[in-house]
T-cell receptor, first 114, second 109 residues
Framework: KAGVTQTPRYLIKTRGQQVTLSCSPISGHRSVSWYQQTPGQGLQFLFEYFSETQRNKGNFPGRFSGRQFSNSRSEMNVSTLELGDSALYLC?????????????FGSGTQLSVL | GQQLNQSPQSMFIQEGEDVSMNCTSSSIFNTWLWYKQDPGEGPVLLIALYKAGELTSNGRLTAQFGITRKDSFLNISASIPSDVGIYFCAGQLAYDMRFGAGTRLTVKP
């Protein structure tokens, strides 16, 4: 079974630009969550999608948005990039059924904002 | 949301030594998870715990779900160089999952 796939693996952008990151969950997984990780920081929760609906949201500004498609694939968008948005963005999927909420992570997208 | 309190922040140990790290919270959780992250990669699930008091092993790794449901610990026995990485705990209640800040483990050969 293929794992969680995130594209692109690396991305370099400049301040003010916008970026879209993509995540394909494990087949059969209906929940997709996004996290931001910066050096020395833990995993900061961005949002979670289940069956195309945002079910949970972290404390990030409105510049961070996401969506989920009918095949459970998800995208995350960051508009008007700032230097502080440089981070590893991780996507995780879970079965989200019968209390099984174990998260399986992708390798992440390393975003650098110059 | 509020992060879990994970300690220690970092550990420097000799190969062959045992390691212990823990996570505490002011909130109760139904599930505790332990992850390991290698540089430049996403966290990989090591152990999942579903019941208070549960003790689960995965090779040289042993984790326990605290009786109060507010804490968990992870032990690594006879450490080897490939144990190097960042270990994260995670507590879950319904749709809410919280992570610790991580324990960075360095193993000297």
């Amino acid at each position: 079974k293929a794992g969680v796939t995130q594209t692109p693996r690396y991305l370099i952008k400049t301040r003010g630009q916008q970026v879209t990151l993509s995540c394909s969950p494990i087949s059969g997984h209906r929940s997709v969550s996004w996290y931001q990780q910066t050096p020395g920081q833990g995993l900061q929760f961005l949002f979670e999608y289940f069956s195309e609906t945002q079910r949970n949201k972290g404390n990030f500004p409105g510049r961070f948005s996401g969506r989920q498609f009918s095949n459970s694939r998800s995208e995350m968008n960051v508009s008007t990039l700032e230097l502080g948005d440089s981070a590893l963005y991780l996507c995780a999927s879970s079965l989200a059924q019968g209390g099984d909420e174990k998260l399986f992570f992708g390798s992440g997208t390393q975003l650098s904002v110059l | 949301g509020q992060q879990l309190n994970q300690s220690p922040q970092s550990m420097f140990i000799q190969e062959g030594e045992d390691v212990s790290m823990n996570c505490t919270s002011s909130s109760i959780f139904n599930t505790w998870l332990w992850y390991k992250q290698d540089p430049g990669e996403g966290p990989v699930l090591l152990i999942a715990l579903y019941k208070a008091g549960e003790l689960t092993s995965n090779g040289r790794l042993t984790a326990q779900f605290g009786i109060t449901r507010k804490d968990s610990f992870l032990n690594i026995s006879a450490s080897i160089p490939s144990d190097v990485g960042i270990y994260f705990c995670a507590g879950q209640l319904a749709y809410d999952m919280r992570f610790g800040a991580g324990t960075r483990l360095t193993v000297k050969p």
